[in-house]
């Protein structure tokens, strides 16, 4: 165990529901840390379990109203971050007041750092910064950081803090904010393309790539009645498209199927009344959302034939991971990093530019060849195994342990 304190930043874990794959993460940490100080982003009543050296900070316990932004010092930034982005520069004038908004919530959080890290002077050199998910607190940590230049600094990237049409322009700050950390991680070599083509090349040495792992949980059982089982995870918002499952194994011949859906969402009751509208009843049925341990309790004792994602925008979900992990052979469509993990080992990759009718080929190839295969099954845990095991977390901390200063 060495004496460092990790500082990590989420969006709501250890609240609520979500970022589940954390918890495996932070196992890991709480190994090579003395200490962890985890700072989500929002708080609720419901509070999941957290390593004994790990403790909860939420920011209004570190706010201060008293320093206010400045306009100035806003533009002085503005215009640092237009030097480093040549190509983009008209777009990022052209969304001066999303950044505008992001520098003012950023400032405040800024200073709420710095109070913390006030707190730790005494074990400043042994703290570590790392931000999840990399426009959570990225401007904050950048500007705590000139009070405290020899801190590191890390973060990982996914999806929404990656690709700028999540932001419908270009991610305020990301040059000036990677020009102070030491590394950034994409979940996908994906990422890593993409974000070298919006970055000064004398940036991307910082660059790496750290897949997301699952631990081992064993096979599924392998389906054996005539009943086809389908399952999909996901949160119901419109780019997951759980409205293209619905449409698509509704085209389904000659098959009786049972349609399984774990997560909630904006838009879970217009999915049910589509769902109503489209399947025979009795056919599907809507989990909503569940703690991890209850999914992966459900993976091993049901007999699952196919695993279906239809998400558009994605990093390299942890969900696919569990289920390939389990040997359910999966249809997903080609978006960012997914055909990182689906193949024909693991299943069927559909181009982005796919149809439902598409999608309805893909699902009854794969119940015809593959979802009830042992041997096929074993071939895609394996895969998975091999690229996408916990042992990434390891050799994750590992790269954060041995940082040098870059800047």
């Not at 000139?146 to 270009?170: G, K, M, V």
């Not at 950034?184 to 940036?203: A, M, N, R, T, V």
């Not at 049910?272 to 599907?284: I, Q, V």
């Not at 989990?287 to 007999?303: C, M």
């Amino acid at each position: 165990m060495t004496n460092k304190i990790l500082i990590l930043f989420t969006l709501n874990y250890p609240f609520g529901v979500g970022e589940e794959f954390i918890e495996n993460e932070i196992k890991e940490a709480s190994n090579n840390f003395s200490k962890i100080i985890i700072i989500p982003n929002t708080k609720s009543n419901k509070i999941r379990s957290i390593p004994a050296n790990a403790e909860v900070i939420t920011w209004d316990k570190l706010k201060d109203d008293s320093k206010k932004y400045s306009f100035i010092e806003f533009l002085n930034l503005f215009y640092k971050e237009l030097s480093l982005h040549k190509t983009e520069r008209f777009a990022r004038v052209k969304s001066i007041k999303v950044s505008w908004n992001y520098y003012k919530e950023q400032f405040d959080k800024a200073i709420a750092i710095k109070n913390l890290l006030k707190k730790l002077t005494n074990n400043i050199h042994s703290i570590l910064l790392y931000d999840f998910w990399a426009t959570n607190n990225a401007l904050a940590i950048t500007l705590a950081k000139e009070s405290y230049p020899s801190i590191n600094y890390i973060a990982c990237t996914h999806n929404f803090d990656l690709y700028d049409f999540r932001w419908q322009c270009p991610i305020p700050f990301r040059g000036l904010s990677i020009q102070k950390i030491d590394k950034i991680f994409p979940d996908s070599k994906y990422g890593i393309e993409y974000l070298k083509l919006k970055l000064p090349k004398s940036l991307h040495n910082k660059i790496e790539l750290a897949y997301m792992g699952t631990p081992d949980f064993g096979l599924s059982p392998i389906p054996k009645d005539n009943k086809i089982t389908i399952l999909s995870t996901s949160t119901c918002i419109p780019h997951k498209r759980v409205d293209w499952i619905i449409e698509s194994i509704s085209n389904l011949k000659d098959t009786e199927f049972q349609w399984i859906h774990f997560g909630d969402g904006p838009i879970l009751e217009e999915l049910k009344e589509k769902a109503e509208k489209l399947l025979p009843m009795e056919s599907f049925e809507f989990k909503g959302w569940v703690d991890f341990d209850e999914l992966i309790d459900f993976y091993k004792k049901t007999p699952i034939d196919i695993f279906v994602h239809m998400s558009t925008a994605e990093g390299l979900p942890v969900s696919l991971m569990i289920a390939s992990s389990f040997g359910v052979p999966i249809v997903a469509v080609d978006s960012m990093g997914v055909k990182e993990l689906i193949n024909t080992t693991t299943g069927q990759l559909l181009p982005s530019n796919c149809t439902i009718g598409d999608a309805t080929k893909a699902i009854e190839n794969i119940i015809e060849t593959k979802s009830r295969s042992k041997e096929l099954r074993v071939r895609a845990k394996d895969f998975c195994m091999k690229n996408f095991s916990i042992e990434n977390y390891k050799k994750f901390y590992t790269k954060k342990l041995n940082l040098k200063k870059t800047n």
